[in-house]
């Protein structure tokens, strides 16, 4: 191709400049992210659903759930949000170094946020807290309260896998920051990392209030 | 906006003290919230807690996510998703919130008709004792 010379090494073939090429990546991105809000939005249907017939039981199997241990869980990922996109800012300024250690941040508040889940998770088995026929727990009352801790598994398990994928895209776009693969120039892959990071932690913005601050 | 920077292929770049600024706002959102759900508002508390995650969410959209600069074809795709999310809910709930209502109207003419069951004699129960005494 004759024309390779003018092109950046990072610019598709079938891409006519540098703008088209990040605004086309950017609304796939979004494309995506809608279909996880329409993925999300079917457990938030059952949700208002087993809530609306079952209040009171809602309420009272609640309480079981660690608001502390929720609470901390929110300040992390909140936290993880901050230097995912402050990570993004340090790349378009070109400070690669900052950029690492704001991604290696973001990974390690990643993994307390799972670690954090582990315990609440192992907590609830042992005591027979567990989805659908497989709850033995007595302590709720009202009708049917392995409802409440099937959406609760089904949602929280659900938005956990998106940390885990979360964390496993986060180790590849570090690996490709300290390969310098971006610049001030090229990060369209790290705004999409964040992009989707911010999208798990706005799902847990939601969760956290309808699952542990049940009024 | 004419104090914010843009890098070298013309993105805009968010001001650190924004950043830091929403981060410290979601912080106190989240302990304003919890803070509420130790109130009991009764059928209100479900409402201030949705507010405030949706002021939180809007707040996570429109600066970490740059929906604020960016194109706006990306908030309308954002928005639809939302959209179609909202009549999912708000549908679905028309029918789960109403089941036993329309139980009742569909029954009110059966129920009318079942009014002639109230003249009909009461069935001699002590004469079916007897036969299975025997």
């Not at chain 1, 913005?205 to 009024?215: K, N, T, V």
């Not at chain 2, 968010?14 to 803070?35: C, E, K, Q, S």
């Amino acid at each position: 191709m004759d024309h390779s010379q003018n092109r950046p090494a990072y610019l598709q073939h079938h891409f006519s400049d540098v703008t088209q090429q990040a605004e086309s990546a950017k609304l796939g991105m979004w494309v995506f992210l809608l279909t996880e809000i329409l993925l999300f939005g079917g457990l938030f249907v059952a949700y208002s659903i087993f809530r609306s017939w079952n209040p009171e039981m809602f309420y009272n199997a609640h309480k079981y759930l660690d608001v502390t241990l929720g609470s901390i869980n929110t300040v992390v990922l909140i936290t993880s949000s901050v230097t995912m996109a402050l990570a993004i800012r340090s790349m378009q300024l070109g400070q690669k170094q900052k950029t690492l250690a704001l991604l290696w941040s973001t990974l390690i508040l990643a993994s307390v946020f799972l670690v954090i889940k582990y315990f609440e998770y192992s907590h609830k088995f042992h005591l027979g807290q567990l989805p659908g026929k497989y709850y033995t727990f007595t302590g709720v009352e009202g009708n049917n309260p392995h409802i409440f801790f099937s959406i609760y598994f089904v949602m929280t398990g659900l938005h956990g896998i998106h940390v885990l994928v979360g964390m496993a895209v986060i180790t590849w776009m570090i690996i490709k920051t300290s390969r310098n693969k971006f610049s001030s120039e090229y990060y369209t892959p790290l705004e999409l990392t964040g992009l989707y990071w911010h999208l798990v932690d706005l799902i847990w913005i939601y969760l956290f209030p309808l699952l542990y601050l049940i009024g | 906006m004419s104090t914010d920077t843009h890098d070298k292929s013309g993105h805009h770049i968010t001001p650190l003290n924004i950043y830091l600024g929403i981060g410290l706002t979601l912080l106190v959102l989240t302990a304003v919230t919890i803070t509420v759900s130790f109130v009991d508002l009764g059928g209100w508390n479900v409402v201030v807690a949705l507010i405030i995650a949706s002021i939180k969410g809007s707040l996570v959209a429109l600066f970490f996510m740059h929906l604020l600069y960016d194109k706006k074809i990306y908030s309308i795709v954002f928005s639809m998703g939302l959209l179609f999310l909202s009549i999912f809910i708000a549908l679905t709930m028309f029918d789960t919130l109403r089941r036993g209502d329309i139980d009742i109207i569909k029954s009110e003419p059966i129920n009318k008709e079942a009014s002639i069951y109230e003249n009909m004699p009461v069935p001699d129960t002590t004469a079916e004792h007897n036969t299975d005494g025997h």
